[in-house]
Structures are given as structure tokens and as C-alpha cells.
């Protein structure tokens, strides 16, 4: 049986992405796999976790832009800390990443969209930093979006979990600012976390998804 996998915001943490897709046995051949941006800053291993994201893409899987990945595209390599080849490099990749993908029932994106303006009317900014006007917005279309970039703590719910929207679920679970990385299997409505500060456990929850439409509650 082939699953579909969606994680945002590991901000460095690659090391713990892999031991995610490790522990759930992904497997790139069958599988799908949605990473939802934000690879870099942060956290301990920006370059490390991009070139992992990139061996994972080459393998399949879907990386969307974040912003911190567009502030990359923005910055000089001496100030980043890299030789200019390798930072061109990693510019190139960045460049070419999607601002949202489609599959099935679902919509992923980084940060949103703005209500009632067509995908492709919208700016990267919107896609990539939109927060209130999201987040507060009834459904509007008929996929779930999947998305990022605002942690669940600051949506008003633990930081371990995920945060259920109107017709929305994010699933920024707060590895940048300390708390988890969660691998989300949207198949079987599995949410995988696993602590930045404590990673010798994996925790195991059931998403509250309802119907074969799989929009949350």
C-alpha cells in the first residue's frame, strides 16, 4: 500500500527528518512524500537537512519554497557562509521549487493562501508568509490544505499537535523554536513527532480526520 507523507519546517533538523522517514519505513518508490518548506535556519544543519531534501526530491518527493528558503535566494554567499559555487547551487535548487502541489484531495503549501484569489493569482509572499487572513477564512475549496510555517503552539493548541482549520491542517509542530518535527501520514491519519531537544523518542498520534475526504473536523 503506498502512503502519503507531509512534514514543514524542520529549520536544520535533517537529521531527525530522516530518522522520521526511517522509523515509518518510507519508501520513495511507492510512496508520496510533501515537504512543505522551510528547510534552512534555525536550527543546527541548514546545509545538511537542503542536500538531504534534494537526495529525497531526486528519489520522488515534492519540496515547496519557504521563506527561509526565499530569503536564501536574496542573500550573498559571504554572508551566509559559503563558497559561491556551492551557494549557486543551492540557489538553483531553491529557484526551482514549486509554491504549492497538488495531489488528491489536498492542497500543500507553505504559510497559505489569500481567500477568494485564484493559485495562480497569488503572490509568493502570500504563498509563503500569509497568516490571519488564512487561518481565520472559512473553506473555500474543496481540498484540504496542508501547510506550515505558522506553529501550532502560536494557533492556540499544544505544541506537539497539529492544529485543525476549516477545511486547513497545519502541521508545523514548532521545530524551530524548540519543541517537534512532525511527519504527518495523511493515508492512515498517523501524526509522527519527534522532540528537538529529546529525539531518543517517537510519539505516535491519530489525526482527527473524518470521511474519505479527509478534511479535518
Not at 4 to 16: F, K, M, N, P, T
Not at 19 to 35: A, G, I, K, S
Not at 210 to 215: E, Q, R
Request: aromatic share 12%.
Amino acid at each position: 500500500m503506498s502512503h502519503v507523507y507531509a512534514i514543514s519546517d524542520i529549520h536544520g533538523y535533517g537529521s531527525l527528518l530522516e530518522t522520521l522517514l526511517q522509523h515509518v519505513h518510507y519508501q520513495p518508490e511507492v510512496d508520496r512524500l510533501f515537504l512543505l518548506g522551510d528547510y534552512v535556519n534555525k536550527g543546527p544543519d541548514s546545509a545538511g537537512t537542503l542536500d538531504y531534501v534534494k537526495e529525497l526530491c531526486d528519489s520522488g518527493a515534492v519540496a515547496l519554497q519557504g521563506n527561509n528558503e526565499r530569503k536564501w535566494l536574496h542573500q550573498l554567499p559571504t554572508h551566509a557562509g559559503f563558497a559561491a559555487s556551492q551557494w549557486l547551487q543551492y540557489q538553483q535548487f531553491i529557484a526551482a521549487m514549486p509554491l504549492w502541489a497538488e495531489y488528491k484531495e489536498y492542497l500543500f503549501v507553505h504559510a497559505g493562501i489569500r481567500p477568494d484569489i485564484p493559485l495562480h493569482a497569488q503572490s509568493p509572499e502570500e504563498l509563503t508568509e500569509i497568516r490571519e487572513p488564512f487561518h481565520q477564512s472559512p473553506r473555500y475549496m474543496d481540498k484540504t490544505i496542508v501547510f506550515g510555517h505558522t506553529s501550532t503552539f502560536r494557533l492556540g493548541v499544544p505544541p506537539d499537535q497539529l492544529w485543525y482549520g476549516d477545511g486547513k491542517l497545519g502541521i508545523d509542530t514548532g521545530a524551530g523554536h524548540g519543541y517537534y518535527l512532525s511527519l504527518v501520514n495523511l493515508t492512515s491519519g498517523i501524526q509522527w513527532s519527534i522532540s528537538v531537544t529529546r529525539p531518543e523518542n517517537i510519539t505516535c498520534r491519530k489525526l482527527k480526520i473524518t470521511g474519505a475526504s479527509g478534511l479535518p473536523k
